[in-house]
């Protein structure tokens, strides 16, 4: 077949505990864009990592162009003509454009070549870039401008895009569409790893489902709905979440106040002037891209950062800017950061031990400096049952649960405290949708009861699908709220990209 | 075709059985090692591990002597692992050591006509002030100027020898001691109890066995050692959990500066009953060795500071039955500790060897 570029067949690999791709068997067509959708988990990375020269199968083969593929590195994958744009950017922070696309580069080519190359392809694609900038200077759209006018500098026929726009705004993800349509009407083929459904369909043209390592399903995006595509991929129907406004209090018990924070560290973005108010019983949610402050925000808001400039935040009328994080807890303040391994959990401690980073008054958890092991057992086993976490049990090491269980875990810990307010950033971050969907739930029952959450979260998605109210975060400066119920999308992107108004 | 260098990738797990019997894999390959090394010296290797370990402890003082060395490395070894189970890397216990026997032993020379029972406890107390204090500077020096202090603590241990260099030779010198560096010898009440008469064991075995005991409860009980082993795995999640980092640091390296003093002092008022320039052949070194080899866990460290002990004693019978130098032992030491490295390196990543084309 003349329109097929890459059959691969039977491919199998497995891991230690896992079977990551079980006989994965599917074509990609030539000139097109396929997208390999799946839940975190269902065996994307592992494929692509095979067919980039990361990883070897254990079995199968792969055809390029009808002819055996093998290969063992990634430069070999680039000689052949794959190339791939990661998740994670591979740059040099601190190093111009220029200078990083130039480290880039496997075979030998003049200054000049390479200028009059870029401007070529910058116009071809619409990707501009100024060469000159360093690469902490640009926004993640940008540097993943970069990463791909990197790999086009190789002049590959497929080009791997794993999840690229996670860390985009609308307005971006629109135009690195019209970048790809471009390579399209080249004769180039795009493979796009991708778990966002909306996205399949509005750009690929082939998809193919994977769930728990196998192939569920490929075919023609054009008769597929988000919602024939979700069932595939989930493997189950998940109910839709239901918010309402009707136990919100109109009364506030959270409020953040001009708080300002210098850091005088450029891979860290200043707090400028930040103010807003939660409600009690509201979920208030922090919207934007990665690095716009939000993790600087959260230290502050945790109390583990106090070395604030200027600025208060108000808790039940007590003044707290200056509270350590167990201090907030007596409060009844919980958190919950982004990171669960060696942040809001010891990954080589036990999940019992675990419960002991973050306690509060009522706990029980200490006489006399002295820990009471069967209260911390107790409470651990509860947080197991109530949110079906997955585990052998309470002694079971932190690393050992997936990434899902042990959010799920880290969040009933929290929950179970029921604190007054809680403050989470990144809920369901890197874990699949079932454990995403419970999370989601049990922060709505949450709210329900009475307590206030402020949400930070990249996922638009998931702020309009549970938040009473959003603001967005851009270069360390908050925009004011707005109800989610009336807020545009395009609003809200326009804002992540730091156009006011 | 391979690659001719095998590259280390991380294992997905460890073994727990491996990790385990780590200690017990390095120190049999220390011995074949060691039986390598005396037949390349020409000795029968069977009669040289004999002299070296069998015939050291085949008396009844052979094993006190085993329990005099033994007692300073586990007391030291239990304090370092306050500071190794916290990620603080306190390379200075023998700096420590040196300023638990001056201040302990300037009590003892400034009471040496005294007869009192209070005189033992009161140098006991002053020897662990001195410790603490001297492994307080390496802490204040980290947590105000962020200073390494695998460095500081290093660099204090040669300070505080100079300084009990220059009392022996200057002011606390011994006015009836001809001229030789060493001071007047402490009063009968200033000497740690012998536990048998006629052996050299003394009440500091007794001391350390508490203070063993005492460490154990506190690792695994209380939340004291949970945050010192939080802060030691992770200190994003210490803070997190609001831990005082700055606090635990202190108090780890006051713990076991205080021990590692007491261990000093029991060396000058146990088996020395003076100060003197060379009151410790690198104890608070090879209890390091110790605490690893004890993998930071009470038991452990116990048994891991008989084994060490006895290269003490192997050296020098040794030195004496086969006229080997007695630094024979810090090879041994030193064996010990390699294999134990390699081991851990082993037991988390494996060697590979990536395909060439």
């Known amino acids: ?501 | 075709m391979n690659s001719l260098f095998p590259s280390i990738v991380s294992r997905s797990q460890s073994s727990g059985l491996m990790n385990f019997f780590v200690p017990i894999i390095s120190i049999v390959l220390t011995l074949i090692t060691g039986s390598i090394i005396f037949v390349l010296l020409g000795f029968d290797p069977v009669y040289a591990l004999y002299t070296f370990f069998i015939s050291p402890i085949s008396s009844t003082y052979g094993i006190s002597e085993l329990f005099v060395k033994a007692t300073p490395l586990a007391l030291i070894a239990i304090g370092l692992s306050y500071c190794f189970k916290n990620n603080i890397y306190n390379i200075g216990a023998e700096g420590q050591l040196t300023m638990g026997a001056i201040f302990g032993g300037g009590i003892g020379i400034l009471f040496h006509d005294t007869n009192a029972f209070w005189l033992l406890p009161l140098m006991i107390f002053a020897g662990a002030i001195g410790g603490a204090s001297w492994g307080l500077i390496p802490a204040i020096l980290k947590t105000k100027f962020n200073t390494n202090e695998i460095l500081t603590s290093l660099m204090l241990v040669y300070v505080a020898l100079f300084i009990l260099d220059y009392l022996v030779v200057g002011p606390w010198k011994d006015p009836f001691g001809y001229s030789f560096p060493k001071s007047r010898p402490f009063s009968e009440s200033g000497r740690m109890p012998l536990l048998f008469d006629g052996l050299r064991m003394h009440f500091g075995l007794i001391i350390t066995l508490f203070l063993i005991f005492v460490s154990w409860f506190i690792f695994s009980k209380t939340i004291f050692g949970f945050q010192l082993k939080v802060s030691g795995y992770s200190p994003k999640a210490a803070r997190y959990a609001g831990f005082n980092q700055t606090t635990l640091v202190f108090f780890a390296f006051a713990i076991c500066g205080a021990f590692a003093g007491i261990a000093g002092l029991a060396e000058v008022s146990g088996p020395i009953g003076l100060l003197y320039r060379d009151i410790s052949p690198n104890y608070g070194f090879t209890a390091i060795i110790v605490a690893f080899l004890g993998r930071l866990h009470p038991i452990g460290i116990i048994f891991a500071s008989l084994v060490i002990a006895l290269t003490y004693l192997g050296a020098e019978d040794a030195q004496l039955f086969l006229q080997i130098p007695s630094a024979v032992g810090f090879i041994f030491q030193g064996l010990v500790l390699f294999y134990l490295l390699g081991a851990e390196l082993l037991i988390n990543y494996k060697l590979t060897y990536k395909k060439l084309l």
């Open chain 1, 1 to 501: 077949m003349s329109d097929t570029i890459l059959n691969i067949e039977n491919i199998t690999k497995s891991f230690p505990r896992v079977i990551a791709n079980k006989k994965v068997t599917f074509d990609i067509k030539k000139n097109a864009v396929h997208a390999i959708l799946g839940e975190n988990g269902a065996g994307k990375s592992t494929l692509v990592k095979i067919l980039y020269g990361l990883l070897e199968p254990d079995e199968g083969n792969i055809k390029l162009n009808n002819k055996d593929f093998k290969v063992n590195s990634p430069a070999e994958a680039r000689k052949q003509g794959i190339g791939m744009v990661f998740q994670h950017f591979s740059l040099f922070d601190s190093l111009s454009v220029k200078e990083n696309l130039i480290l880039g580069i496997d075979e030998k080519m003049s200054y000049s070549d390479l200028e009059d190359k870029l401007e070529n392809i910058s116009s071809r694609y619409n990707l501009p870039l100024d060469l000159d900038a360093p690469i902490t200077a640009l926004s993640a759209g940008e540097k993943q401008r970069v990463e791909i006018v990197r790999i086009l500098l190789q002049d590959p026929q497929i080009l791997i895009m794993d999840e690229p726009t996670s860390v985009l705004t609308p307005q971006e993800v629109e135009s690195l569409f019209v970048t790809l349509n471009a390579l399209v009407k080249e004769g180039r083929t795009i493979l796009y790893i991708t778990h966002k459904l909306e996205e399949v369909i509005s750009i690929c043209d082939t998809v193919t489902i994977m769930r728990s390592g196998e192939i569920i399903d490929t075919s023609s995006t054009a008769n597929q709905t988000a919602k024939t595509l979700a069932t595939k991929m989930l493997g189950q129907k998940l109910d839709d979440l239901k918010t309402n406004y009707d136990h919100i209090k109109d009364e506030v018990n959270f409020e953040v106040k001009n708080i300002s924070c210098d850091f005088n560290d450029p891979f860290l973005t200043d707090i400028k002037n930040i103010s807003f108010q939660v409600r009690v019983g509201e979920i208030y949610g922090i919207a934007g891209v990665a690095g716009n402050g939000q993790s600087e925000l959260m230290d502050i808001l945790t109390g583990e950062n106090i070395n604030i400039k200027f600025g208060s935040i108000t808790f039940d009328n007590k003044k707290i800017e200056k509270y350590g994080p167990q201090k907030r807890r007596d409060l009844s303040i919980s958190f919950v950061p982004e990171n669960r391994l060696g942040h809001s959990a010891v990954p080589e401690l036990s999940l019992s031990e675990n419960i002991l980073l973050s306690q509060f008054p009522k706990n029980n958890f200490i006489k006399n400096g002295i820990i009471l092991k069967n209260n911390v057992d107790d409470f651990a086993n509860n947080v197991i049952n109530e949110f079906k976490v997955i585990t052998p049990g309470n002694d079971a090491k932190a690393s050992s649960l997936s990434g899902g269980n042990l959010q799920k875990y880290v969040i009933g810990r929290e929950i179970s405290s029921k604190p007054k307010i809680l403050i989470i950033s990144h809920p369901t971050w890197g874990i699949d949708a079932g454990a995403e969907h419970s999370i989601r739930e049990s922060l709505i029952e949450l709210s329900q009861n009475g307590t206030s959450i402020i949400v930070i979260s990249q996922d638009l998605d998931e702020l309009i699908e549970i938040t009473h109210k959003i603001s967005v975060i851009y270069d360390g400066n908050l925009s004011k709220p707005f109800k989610t119920s009336e807020i545009e999308i395009e609003k809200l992107g326009l804002l992540m990209g730091g156009k006011n108004e």
